[in-house]
């Protein structure tokens, strides 16, 4: 049993390298969309950016990719990565106030922490 469920769980996770250097390429089509959103930003290049992102992203949902929801949240360890603290009156603390980099499950596997800014008591 315990061997067949190692060769189970090395077919579930085949993918995971490909899947973990594709995910820099997102958080870029990502970037890319943000700053395309500006005034100077061309509608076409957005709305080309904006399919080309739900496409690969629609493509690694069906290998078993999942996004971490993290925004508002309350901060977890085993799933986000605090990069800071800042004060805010208007959140708990302990409350995810921003997200620099998504994270992400594969089949229920953790593959990458959300990179996050978490809320403190203001002083």
Do not use: W
Not at 66 to 76: C, N, P, S, V, Y
């Amino acid at each position: 049993k315990r061997a067949q469920k190692e060769i189970t769980d090395a077919r579930s996770f085949a993918n995971e390298t490909l899947i973990s250097e594709l995910l820099p390429v997102i958080d870029n089509f990502e970037r890319a969309l943000e700053h395309a959103c500006g005034e100077q930003g061309d509608e076409s290049i957005r709305d080309g950016v904006r399919l080309i992102t739900d496409q690969m992203f629609g493509v690694l949902k069906k290998f078993g990719l999942e996004e971490i929801k993290a925004l508002g949240e309350r901060f977890d360890p085993g799933l986000h990565h605090a990069i800071s603290e800042e004060e805010s009156a208007d959140a708990e603390p302990g409350t995810v106030l921003k997200v620099f980099q998504k994270g992400y499950f594969l089949k229920g596997k953790l593959v990458r922490p959300a990179m996050v800014v978490v809320a403190k008591a203001c002083a």
